[in-house]
């Protein structure tokens, strides 16, 4: 992990459009890339004037949604067709699995533009839509809207608090992250009581 992310710092140094869209392509994938350590310092070059703030932000979005768009193919043939033949050996049985599909769907496009925002989240968030079927349309466009909004947001940051903003990014990762963890753990128990209740209405 180290070696990765002294890679991926190597990399911030020579910053461009390119580069920025490939390392959100990266950051919207599994791999584990942090988008605050891409965009922050991209904002920083726009301050000055290295770089255009709107066309970092678009780069950005733009290698966000192909990322995205790798994990959301990647749960529609092969993470559905797993769970649905493998699945009960992880106590989901196909019952179990269109109960959680009907419930995914139901919120589906407001969970993928507000999974954008979330740090760990946003590595997975493209995987449930594509898993549970999710129309590709409104897929792509709630991940395009919200993850240009988050570079945006980042470019922003990098402009205005330039290099400190990126140093208190790095220092503070572990506790984002742990904050990010307790988030998803509400938001699936959250998800898991809803469908109890639903089958219990029955």
Known sequence: MHVF????????????????FFLMALESSLFPVPSELVMIPA???????????ALAA??????SLLGASVNYALGRYAGRAFLLRYG?????????YHEAERLFLRNAV?????????????????LPPGVFGMPL?????????GATLWCT?????GYWFGESAAQAMRHYSNEIGIAAL????VFVLRFLLKGRKTTAGR
Not at 5 to 15: D, F, N, P, S
Not at 137 to 145: G, N, R, S, V
Not at 153 to 157: D, F, P, T
């Open 5 to 20: 992310t002294a890679w991926i710092e190597q990399y911030v140094a020579h910053l461009g459009y390119v580069e920025i």
């Open 43 to 53: 904002g920083y070059l726009a301050r000055r004037g290295e770089l255009d703030p």
């Open 58 to 63: 678009l780069s950005g979005g733009a290698g």
């Open 88 to 96: 009960r050996w992880f106590l989901i049985d196909e019952r179990k």
């Open 110 to 126: 407001w969970a993928t533009f507000v999974g954008r925002f979330i740090p760990v989240i946003r590595h997975l968030i493209s």
């Open 137 to 145: 349309a409104p897929f792509m466009l709630a991940t395009a809207i």
């Open 153 to 157: 947001v980042l470019v922003g940051v």
């Open 182 to 185: 307790l988030l998803c753990a």
